[in-house]
Nanobody, 121 residues
Framework: VQLQASGGGLVQPGESLRLSCEVS????????IGWFRQAPGREREAVSC??????FVADSVKGRFTISRDSVKDTVYLQMNSLKPEDTALYYC?????????????????WGQGTLVTVSS
């Protein structure tokens, strides 16, 4: 089982980025994939997750971030628009066997490495 996150970078406030989480070793359709982020000095928080049944988007990013899944490419995307300095963090993708849109890290069994997003002018 592997999850490979990519797409982070340095952008200015108001700009966009698309993160990708390419997975392998399991059937994407049978799992929930979540995006989490952790800023310096802060706890890891759930940003968004997607399963075959539903999606979750945190209030802090609702209306700006969109999660999607491509089962053919085995990839989950996080489109981030109107980025703000407070979105600066290390972003991780992770896999969960739960299908109730879990937001707690304890429900996730495999994690990818993080990809750094920095929003600064």
């Amino acid at each position: 089982v592997q999850l490979q996150a990519s797409g982070g970078g340095l952008v200015q406030p108001g700009e966009s980025l698309r993160l990708s989480c390419e997975v392998s070793g399991f059937n994407l359709n049978l799992y929930t994939i979540g995006w989490f982020r952790q800023a310096p000095g802060r706890e890891r928080e759930a940003v968004s997750c997607v399963s075959s049944f539903d999606t979750f988007v945190a209030d802090s990013v609702k209306g700006r971030f969109t999660i999607s899944r491509d089962s053919v490419k085995d990839t989950v995307y996080l489109q981030m628009n109107s980025l703000k300095p407070e979105d600066t963090a290390l972003y991780y993708c992770a896999r969960s066997p739960a299908n109730f849109q879990p937001t707690a890290a304890k429900w996730y069994d495999y994690w990818g490495q993080g990809t750094l997003v920095t929003v600064s002018s």
